[in-house]
């Protein structure tokens, strides 16, 4: 059974840095054709790609928001984890992590944690 | 970048058809899949890869794709299919490879 959960800080004050960790079981990001996603969705708004690593540690980010995030995995520990840099009130969100594969060479996120709130705010 | 169009709003009554459009340039090329999110839940995927339904989905959910459009197709709505639908395709080239999602659809049942 595949799990994924979110954690990190609730609130984050303008201009810090976001570090957000998805821990998850029941699959390893060492198997190839995997990947783990990190969505984010504005309160009343849509859903956004944010950043996705895969298996052999290939990693892509949204580009508009490219500059901002790092996107890193510890195999050994089932751990993912998304650094954003400069956050700004706007970035308040439910980030949600994701587990990937590809079907038919288009990748598509199978199973989702249940989300994160954070909000930006002094 | 690529973007995908959705309408921001379908309205159904029970046990009609309720159809949700995405609009994507050459979206014919790429693979659409489909997730239904309910108020303060995350996404659940019901079509991937253009038609398939991911265990657990009912025949209900379809999807399909015609020129530069691809659609969910929700037969015989239920008052529980009420939720945002959004698409998303795997946006890739020589030079760039993203994950695009549509701006989502609320469906309404009436």
């Known amino acids: 059974q595949i799990t994924l959960k979110e954690s990190g800080p609730t609130l984050v004050k303008p201009t810090q840095t976001l570090t957000l960790t998805c821990t998850f079981s029941g699959f390893s990001l060492s198997t190839a054709g995997v990947g783990v996603g990190w969505i984010r969705q504005p309160p009343g708004k849509a859903l956004e790609w944010l950043a996705i690593i895969y298996w052999n540690d290939d990693r892509r980010y949204s580009p508009s928001l490219k500059s901002r995030l790092t996107i890193t995995k510890d195999t050994s520990k089932n751990h993912v984890v998304l650094k954003t840099t400069n956050m700004d009130p706007v970035d308040t969100a439910t980030y949600f992590c994701?587990?990937?594969?590809?079907?038919?060479?288009?990748?598509?996120?199978?199973?989702w944690g249940q989300g994160v709130l954070v909000t930006v705010s002094s | 970048s690529y973007v995908l169009t959705q309408p921001p709003s379908v309205s159904v009554a029970p046990g009609q058809t309720a159809r949700i459009t995405c609009g994507g340039s050459?979206?014919?090329?790429?693979?659409v899949h489909w997730y239904q999110q309910k108020p303060g839940q995350a996404p659940v995927p019901v079509v991937y890869d253009n038609s398939d339904r991911p265990s657990g989905i009912p025949e209900r959910f379809s999807g399909s794709k015609s020129g530069n459009t691809a659609t969910l197709t929700i037969s015989r709505v239920e008052a529980g299919d009420e939720a945002d639908y959004y698409c998303q395709v795997w946006d890739s080239s020589s030079d760039h490879h993203y994950v695009v999602f549509g701006g989502g659809t609320k469906l309404t049942v009436l």
């Open positions: 050459n979206i014919g090329s790429k693979g």
């Open positions: 994701a587990h990937s594969i590809v079907s038919s060479s288009s990748w598509y996120f199978d199973y």
